[in-house]
């Protein structure tokens, strides 16, 4: 980022147009712990966009907010396409005016094998596609409607097996050995930090989120938590009051060392 942008981005606070309904948008949001978390926002009286690639399943899961009495709304979006991510932006300003809460949820495994000695360069490659670049897209180009709202949040949706703490920790739980999607939550992680650092003297707030091992299609049902269950962190994250934490790591159990 160029300081103009930079200068430009920080600076551009200003007054909402969306009324005093909030309005977030969640990344990869039609299913799994993505979903329960625009259902979590929704439940609050939120207008809520769900953002995902597959034109079905994203209509899906908004019939079924809709039919729950939640105001719901799609939002085609791929978090590794810039002119997808463009449009994702316009859409949401042309209905919205604003943003006050950006859930990155979306997120990929990047498949197997991953040790380190047999893992394919392009697996990792992809994890960190989506898992870090494709936040840092999403999350740039919805600052300007982020700045708009008087108290935004950004909540990226990491994972415990990012923490190099952890990782280092004899007898941690840290799942199995990882060459592309633990580090490239760790990389989120730290992409993270440095957004609340440069993001310190505005009103946005953000943090990173482990849902806990959650029985989703990224780990084959595997988990032993609910998508419910996952989703409470990252809705307690995005309500947090103007004195709430940045740049920090948190689980359902409390802080997570980096």
């Known amino acids: 980022m160029s300081e103009t942008n930079e200068t430009n981005i920080v600076g551009e606070q200003i007054d909402g147009q969306a009324g005093d309904r909030k309005v977030a948008l969640v990344t990869g949001a039609n299913k799994g712990i993505g979903y329960e978390i625009a ?43 810039d002119a997808s991510v463009s449009a994702a932006a316009r859409s949401i300003e042309e209905r919205a005016g604003r943003l006050d809460v950006l859930v990155n949820n979306a997120g990929i495994t990047g498949g197997g094998p991953q040790e380190p000695t047999k893992v394919d360069p392009d697996r990792v490659r992809a994890a960190v596609e989506t898992n870090v670049i494709g936040v840092i897209r999403v999350t740039n180009a919805l600052l300007p409607l982020l700045f708009r709202a008087p108290s935004p949040r950004i909540v990226n949706v990491s994972s415990s097996v990012g923490s190099l703490t952890l990782q280092t920790t004899p007898g941690a739980e840290t799942g199995p050995i990882s060459a592309a999607y633990a580090p490239s939550k760790t990389f989120l992680n730290a992409v993270t930090v440095q957004y609340a650092k440069e993001l310190a003297d505005t009103n946005i707030l953000i943090n990173a989120v482990c849902p806990g091992y959650t029985a989703t299609d990224l780990n084959a049902f595997q988990g032993v938590r609910t998508a419910q269950q996952g989703a409470v962190s990252a809705i307690r994250l995005a309500t947090v009051p103007d004195d709430g934490p940045t740049g920090r790591f948190f689980s359902d159990e409390g802080e997570i060392p980096w």
């Open 39 to 81: 259902a979590g926002l929704g439940a609050l009286g939120w207008k809520v966009g769900v953002g995902a690639r597959d034109e079905a399943r994203r209509e899906a899961a908004v019939a079924k907010l809709r039919a729950a009495g939640l105001d719901a709304f799609g939002v085609p979006l791929d978090v590794t396409d």
